[in-house]
């Protein structure tokens, strides 16, 4: 299984690389939503799972949630905001624009585990 | 900076009486961490002169703190959700034909932590029971602390995104300083109530379905042994008992059957058990 | 013209606990002491800015011992592995995660910068007034959360 990280921030991105490789994801890494774009368009296999920044330079995640949810070839990546961003009104945006499930930052291992446990990424109990 | 063999079994000794919690030899590191923040509220320089203090004039709300710092109140969301689906897809559907007089439901969350057992079982029963039907919960822990948390109904960041499910996060909740309030459709269904299970239990009505889950754990054979008996007395005798998922009666009390519900077991009160009799009925 | 809520230390305090839970004390064994005067031993600064319905900062500000425990913990390493680079993208990501979280507490129209992050105290804020600060020690070593406002909307941002 493969997943892509899409954050600017390295930290974040090592941390999230963390985490779902610990759950056996094979894990990319994009700095934004454009080069993200870019990654997938050259893969021949597109990644399960996408976790997506919401504030990023060049395509922020909500454009690519969107660019994404249009694109058949990426239709089956299940997409999963991990973000500050946390009024009612912005999350209800990226669910409308097509994200799946939603992650606000700060947040736990357990709690991203939960999320995947969730879309059936992971079985559930995964983490107990 | 290390904590002394005395003041941890001081410590070790007032959690166990007060909570039936048993602290082993080789957690004083946990100990010494928890009770710092504990020590420099009320002012002491360490951890040692708190307890010191404290060994030399017993103070019961200084008690109920420590006991409090060390209780692990880990929870979350619909945890191990089976037992939520076996909720929805057996007990309710059961339910609503034997309970057609009535038309309502009562649930025990008998050790709900910070809330989130509580309100979780508010979403199932909601969502899953028919229109006209009425659900109450009762939730009770020994933490005074976690009552007034859980029944203030706010949430951080970090506990919202353990196990919700971001569509009842935005359907249930809104938000409120730095985290999440509970809506008042689900939180005018929720009572709560300071409770000891090790303690002799106040007079409650009996319940439909009982959420003992993961406290159990805590206790030695006999006291689970004892806070099973008093807990099933006061479930009705058709009712469900759901335990946490390293939990069982099996080998601790044979009033109680196994059954499966869903993906998952619960467990019924027997018709009756002959006295004197233990081990398989 | 309204007065517009302004978030309280005890918002940085909450902020502050959900951040340690999440990432620098899962365990909760080693809590960000609230409280003792912040010693001057301020090696790093993180920020960010925010603007349109609100503008001012806030800032993330710590020794760098504390910025070192806090690239292990972030990251998952051992103290001694850490680069510089490590504290820098740690620290710029804990000014971001607290200023994200104060931004959602704030009027609707109000963005967050990208962080910054220098080495000492940072000065860069002289029209603005500090509206609070959350300061203490995280394993003995100074560290501190502050908040600054600017006077209006005249107010450049700095970074
Ligand atoms: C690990 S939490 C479980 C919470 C929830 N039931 C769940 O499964 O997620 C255990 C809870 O049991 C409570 N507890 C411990 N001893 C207790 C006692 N003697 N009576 C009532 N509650 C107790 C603790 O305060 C804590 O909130």
Redesign the pocket.
């Known amino acids: 299984m493969h997943a892509i990280v899409i954050d600017d921030s390295r930290a974040m991105r090592l941390i999230l690389r963390r985490i779902v490789g610990q759950c056996g994801f094979e894990v990319l890494e994009a700095g934004d939503g454009r080069a993200a774009l870019d990654l997938l368009g050259g893969l021949d296999t597109v990644p399960q799972l996408a976790l997506v920044d919401w504030n990023m330079p060049n395509m922020d995640g909500l454009e690519f949630v969107a660019a994404a949810r249009e694109d058949a070839r990426l239709r089956d990546m299940t997409l999963v905001m991990v973000t500050t961003e946390s009024e009612q009104s912005q999350i209800v945006r990226a669910l409308a624009a097509g994200a799946h499930e939603y992650v606000i930052k700060p947040f736990t291992a357990e709690a991203m585990i939960d999320k995947l446990a969730l879309l059936g990424l992971v079985p559930t109990g995964a983490n107990t | 900076m290390s904590l002394s063999a005395s003041d941890f079994a001081f410590v070790a000794g007032l959690v166990r009486r ?4 048993v602290l082993a030899p080789g957690k004083e590191y946990l100990v010494e961490a928890r009770l710092l923040p504990v020590a420099r509220q009320a002012g002491a320089g360490s951890v040692a002169d708190y307890l010191g203090t404290l060994q030399r004039r017993p103070d019961p709300a200084a008690h109920r703190s420590v006991v ?1 710092a060390l ?6 969301w619909f ?2 959700r089976e037992p939520f689906s076996a909720l929805t897809d057996v007990v309710v559907p059961h339910l609503v034909g034997t309970r057609a007089a009535a038309r309502s439901v009562r649930v025990w ?6 809330g ?2 509580p309100y979780s079982l508010a979403i199932t029963l909601q969502q899953a029971l028919p229109a006209g039907w009425r659900y109450q919960i009762h939730a ?4 005074t602390e ?1 009552i007034k948390r859980a029944s203030a109904g706010e949430f951080s960041q970090v506990e919202v995104n353990r196990g919700l499910p971001v569509q009842l996060l935005v359907n249930h909740f809104t938000r409120s300083g730095t985290g999440w309030k509970v809506a008042p459709a689900l939180r005018e269904n929720v009572t709560f109530q300071q ?5 002799p239990l106040p007079a409650l009505a009996s319940f439909d379905v009982i ?5 159990l ?3 030695d054979v006999e ?1 689970k042994r004892s ?1 099973l008996r008093n807990i099933c007395k006061l479930l009705r005798p058709d009712g469900w008992l759901f335990l ?1 998922a390293a939990e069982t009666t099996i080998g601790v009390d044979e009033g109680f059957e196994r059954v499966a519900v869903g993906r998952t077991s619960a467990y019924r009160p027997r018709a009756t058990v002959p006295a004197g009799t233990l081990g398989k009925g | 013209m309204t007065e517009q809520p302004t978030p309280t230390v005890d918002d940085l305090r909450e902020i502050a606990e959900q951040v340690w839970a999440a990432y620098l004390d899962p365990e909760g064994v080693r809590p960000f002491l609230v409280g003792e005067p912040g010693e001057p031993g301020t090696a790093v600064s993180a920020s960010v800015s925010l603007t349109g319905g609100w503008h001012g900062h806030v800032v993330v500000s710590c020794s760098s011992g504390a910025a070192r425990h806090a690239a292990a913990a972030f990251l998952a390493m051992e103290a001694g592995e850490v680069s510089d680079e490590d504290m820098t993208d740690v620290m710029g990501e804990l000014a971001n995660i607290v200023g994200g979280n104060v931004k959602s507490m704030l009027p609707a129209a109000t963005a967050v910068s990208l962080p910054h992050v220098v080495a000492g105290a940072d000065n860069r804020f002289p029209t603005t007034r500090r509206i609070c600060e959350l300061s203490g020690t995280w394993l003995d070593e100074p560290f501190s959360i502050s908040m600054w406002q600017g006077r209006g909307l005249a107010e450049v941002p700095a970074a």
């Open positions: 007060e909570s039936a919690i409090d209780t692990t109140n880990e929870t979350s945890r191990d969350s008998a050790a709900c932590s910070s989130q057992e009770t822990d020994i933490s976690m409770l000891n299970l090790t303690a959420f003992l889950r993961n406290v754990i805590y206790f006291t806070v946490g």
